[in-house]
């Protein structure tokens, strides 16, 4: 009678086992939002992090929206900002070619030189190039 060798099985079992994992979470890390996040702030600090976070502003404020970075090969990414709900219709500033900084955050600027009236805004961020939205934020500017 021969001995049966648990090793062989035992093995294939285990290799079986690692390789169904370590797709699973290739997958996922692949698919899952690139950029993920996204915070509206007054301030950043020199690294670019975001600081002072809040959804309320004063229409002089400096607003901020940040989103952190979640795969490192996506290094520009596009933000739109809305004027009421995130809807095509109310768009009113695209701000092309934003960089990933040194925190590891994409943050643009909301530059409006005579400031916002009051109301409800919102903005999206997308990997450049793409259609579609990786995270968002809504915020309040109010007196």
Known sequence: M???DLKKPLITIL??????????FGYEYVTEPKIVDGVMSKNIDEKGEPIDVTTTFAPGDTIYFSAKQNRFWTDK???????GEIATENRFLVEEEVIVNKANYFTANLSVPEGLEEGHYGVTIYVKGSEIMETNAEFDVKK
Do not use: D, E
């Not at 990414?77 to 004027?83: E, L, N, S």
């Open 2 to 4: 021969k001995n049966f």
């Open 15 to 24: 290799v079986i086992i690692l390789l169904s994992v370590g797709t699973f």
């Open 77 to 83: 990414a596009q933000v739109v900002w809305y004027k």
